[in-house]
């Protein structure tokens, strides 16, 4: 029931948010920096899962699947960073800039937004690699 109720409610958003369109260029410039956030966001959640499955694959309990889980968390942390930089930096950023109808300050915070995702995902990496390291170290 539970579920049927979310999933109702979840339609009923799309739906109307579907219906929504921005008629100033102002709004449909927010509205793309908006989506860039999101897909910002989804970035994030995609490197950071793909980090948990380097570390499940490195924790070495499994032989069938720790190579497969690290390889594959490996791309998941790749392509989740070349989202975040796609948004940061390409063709939909770049048309935003030349349209030049953008609020400044909400763009420099989504632009600091994003070097803050990159830093996080640079910080998990460092730490997989640290705990990878020692652990070559301790099989040795």
Do not use: P, W
Request: aromatic share 4%; with cysteine.
């Amino acid at each position: 029931m539970r579920k049927n109720v979310i999933i109702i409610a979840l339609t009923g958003m799309l739906f109307f948010t579907s219906m929504v369109r921005a008629d100033e260029a102002g709004e449909k410039a927010l509205h793309d920096m908006h989506m860039m956030m999101r897909f910002m966001d989804h970035g994030l959640c995609v490197a950071l899962e793909g980090a948990d499955l380097q570390m499940l694959g490195q924790m070495g309990m499994s032989e069938k699947l720790d190579r497969d889980a690290i390889v594959h968390g490996t791309i998941m942390v790749n392509d989740g960073k070349g989202i975040i930089k796609e948004m940061l930096e390409g063709k939909a950023m770049q048309q935003l800039y030349k349209e030049g109808n953008f609020d400044k300050e909400t763009m420099e915070e989504l632009h600091k937004l994003g070097e803050k995702m990159l830093e996080v995902i640079e910080q998990v990496e460092k730490i997989h690699k640290s705990i990878y390291e020692k652990g070559e170290r301790e099989i040795r």
